[in-house]
């Protein structure tokens, strides 16, 4: 099993559509989360940290649960320009904050 | 502010070759990171410096790739030789770790390598 799992898509939905996205990951000992965007052929950047009580900023809302060892990332009122991937990004802990990255997920919205 | 500078930022060798990568970190980054993004994957860690000490390279082939960050700024990785299978992005992210693990990793354009 992969340490950090994400469906990699495509979710293709229209404009204003909300859509949500899964990351499960592997060890418990995880400590800090992050949703990546990249567009095709740029680098990856920061789109959020996750932190355990949720979070949310603009159309964009992250959520940690520990329990079941997943986060997931909504989007409300998708637009044209939220296409792109959507890495997912776990540490570990233990005093070396290794970084582990999910495959990512495709979004394609469409008029 | 400059973000991370990458160079070259496309290179095609023929396998055997050897091929370097440049990169420069924020300034003021002391936390370097060299990944690997095959195409429809996520970045692989291969090596992460703290200043100049190399702290995880678990990851990185060492018979053939190897990577230095002398006086803990900039930093270069080396494949040598190169095999069809390196073909790839190679990226460079900083980020300035004070011992928290929500530090944000910035990551450099990327060199994108073809090996013929």
């Known amino acids: 099993r992969k340490e950090v799992e994400q469906d990699p898509g495509p979710f293709n939905v229209p404009e204003g559509a909300t859509v949500a996205f899964n990351c499960t990951y592997s060890?418990?000992?995880?400590?800090?989360f992050f949703w990546y965007r990249q567009d095709c052929r740029k680098e990856p950047k920061l789109l959020m940290s996750?932190?355990?009580s949720g979070n949310e900023d603009g159309r964009f809302t992250a959520q940690l649960n520990r329990a079941s060892q997943y986060i997931s990332l909504l989007i409300r009122d998708s637009k044209l320009s939220d296409s792109a991937t959507y890495l997912c990004?776990?540490?570990?802990?233990?005093?070396?904050?290794?970084?582990?990255f999910g495959r990512g997920t495709s979004l394609i919205v469409h008029p | 502010e400059a973000g991370v500078v990458q160079s070259p930022r496309y290179k095609i060798i023929e396998k055997k070759q050897p091929v370097a990568f440049w990169c420069n970190p924020i300034?003021?980054?002391?936390?370097l990171y060299w990944y690997r993004q095959n195409l429809g994957q996520g970045p692989e860690l291969l090596i992460r410096?703290?200043?100049?000490?190399?702290?995880?390279d678990s990851q990185l082939p060492k018979d053939r790739f190897s990577a230095e960050r002398l006086k803990g700024v900039d930093s270069t990785l080396k494949i040598q030789p190169a095999e069809l299978g390196d073909s790839a992005v190679y990226l460079c992210?900083?980020?300035?770790?004070?011992?928290?693990?929500?530090?944000?990793?910035?990551f450099g354009p990327g060199t994108r390598l073809l090996v013929l």
């Open positions: 996750v932190y355990s």
């Open positions: 060890n418990s000992a995880s400590q800090s």
């Open positions: 300034s003021g980054h002391n936390t």
């Open positions: 990004v776990v540490k570990r802990g233990g005093g070396s904050y290794i970084p582990t």
């Open positions: 410096y703290e200043n100049e000490e190399a702290v995880d």
């Open positions: 992210a900083s980020s300035l770790d004070r011992g928290s693990y929500q530090e944000t990793q910035y």
